[in-house]
């Protein structure tokens, strides 16, 4: 699992401090374990799967549970988004730090290529139409599977 060498320092530090002020109001404890696999999953580079995070700990006495309850109090934190991309065997993770927009993935079904996009003429499409149907959008899954240019051109 590759760490994004592109997050700010300050994005990151502001997000632990985030997840912390969180885990607080929630009644969590705070564990170095919990912002050690935190700050690996907020500093992620793609997407991860839960089993790739623990992985990447090494063996420092993190569980795969405590790295699953961990993702799922990440997630409601806003912090990471779980998602199911096709041709994926279950969830993978992707961090929100430094990418608050929402967007959305082309994946290839034949290298499991994900291609991340994002689009404000898509956004505004879909708004009108949840607004024409009295629907209140409140998170926007974009997906489209097929071949990317490397696959299509057989290399």
Same mark, same amino acid.
């Given at each position: 699992? %590759?760490?994004?060498?592109? =997050?700010?320092?300050?994005?990151?530090?502001? $997000?632990?401090?985030? *997840?912390?002020? *969180? &885990?607080?109001?929630?009644? *969590?404890? =705070?564990? %170095?374990? /919990? &912002? /050690? =696999?935190?700050?690996?999953?907020?500093?992620?580079?793609? !997407? *991860? $799967?839960?089993?790739?995070?623990?992985?990447?700990?090494?063996?420092?006495?993190? $569980? =795969?549970?405590?790295?699953?309850?961990? #993702?799922?109090?990440?997630?409601?934190?806003? &912090?990471? @988004? /779980?998602?199911?991309?096709?041709?994926?065997?279950?969830?993978?993770?992707? $961090?929100?730090?430094?990418? @608050? @927009?929402? !967007?959305? !993935?082309?994946v290839c079904r034949s290298c499991g290529r994900v291609i991340e996009f994002v689009s404000r003429d898509l956004e505004a499409k879909l708004e009108e139409i949840a607004t024409s149907h009295g629907f209140c959008l409140e998170e926007v899954?974009?997906?489209?599977?097929? #071949?990317?240019?490397?696959? /299509?051109?057989?290399?």
């Amino acid at each position: 699992m %590759k760490t994004n060498a592109a =997050i700010r320092a300050e994005d990151l530090a502001e $997000s632990l401090a985030y *997840f912390e002020d *969180f &885990l607080r109001k929630k009644g *969590f404890k =705070i564990t %170095k374990t /919990r &912002l /050690r =696999i935190a700050e690996r999953a907020l500093s992620a580079s793609g !997407h *991860f $799967s839960a089993v790739e995070l623990w992985s990447s700990l090494g063996d420092r006495g993190a $569980s =795969i549970a405590t790295v699953y309850r961990t #993702l799922e109090l990440l997630e409601e934190a806003g &912090l990471v @988004r /779980r998602c199911n991309l096709a041709g994926s065997s279950g969830a993978v993770y992707e $961090s929100y730090v430094g990418k @608050r @927009r929402p !967007h959305g !993935h082309l994946v290839c079904r034949s290298c499991g290529r994900v291609i991340e996009f994002v689009s404000r003429d898509l956004e505004a499409k879909l708004e009108e139409i949840a607004t024409s149907h009295g629907f209140c959008l409140e998170e926007v899954m974009i997906q489209g599977v097929g #071949l990317c240019r490397e696959c /299509r051109e057989g290399r």
